[in-house]
């Protein structure tokens, strides 16, 4: 059974920082890519940001563009993310998710079969 947790999440003023790590174990398999969502109350889960093992690639949601940034390690099935100049409108609850399927566009929750239980950032004006 695979297991994938979440932490680093919290509270901070707007313009500050924090960085979230994640970790997906289990059982012995490989993730292609691995992601992070979030979902503010009341809204749809949205893409935040991933990363592709294969070719080490990564894309942003316009959002966090040039304000976050993911990084991780393909053979510990990690991944993380740090969040600078965070603003309020960061506040949601963020998911960490892993994808064991080829040949699909890892900016969409269809493609992501393991998820976290979520971590909340709160962030304040």
């Known amino acids: 059974q695979v297991q994938v947790v979440e932490s680093g999440g919290g509270w901070v003023q707007a313009g500050g920082s924090l960085r979230l790590a994640c970790a997906a174990s289990?059982?012995?398999?490989?993730?292609?890519?691995m992601a992070w969502f979030r979902q503010a109350p009341g809204k749809e889960r949205d893409f935040v940001a991933r990363?592709?093992?294969?070719?080490?690639?990564?894309v942003y949601a316009d959002s966090v563009k040039g304000r976050f940034i993911i990084s991780g390690d393909n053979a510990k099935n990690t991944v993380y993310l740090q969040m600078n100049n965070l603003k309020p409108e960061d506040t949601a609850v963020y998911y960490c998710?892993?994808?064991?399927?080829?040949?699909?566009?890892?900016?969409?929750?269809?493609?992501?079969?393991?998820w976290g239980q979520g971590t909340q950032v709160t962030v304040s004006a």
């Open positions: 998710a892993a994808s064991v399927m080829y040949h699909v566009n890892l900016n969409f929750t269809s493609a992501y079969a393991y």
């Open positions: 289990g059982r012995t398999f490989r993730t292609h890519g």
């Open positions: 990363i592709k093992w294969t070719s080490n690639s990564t």
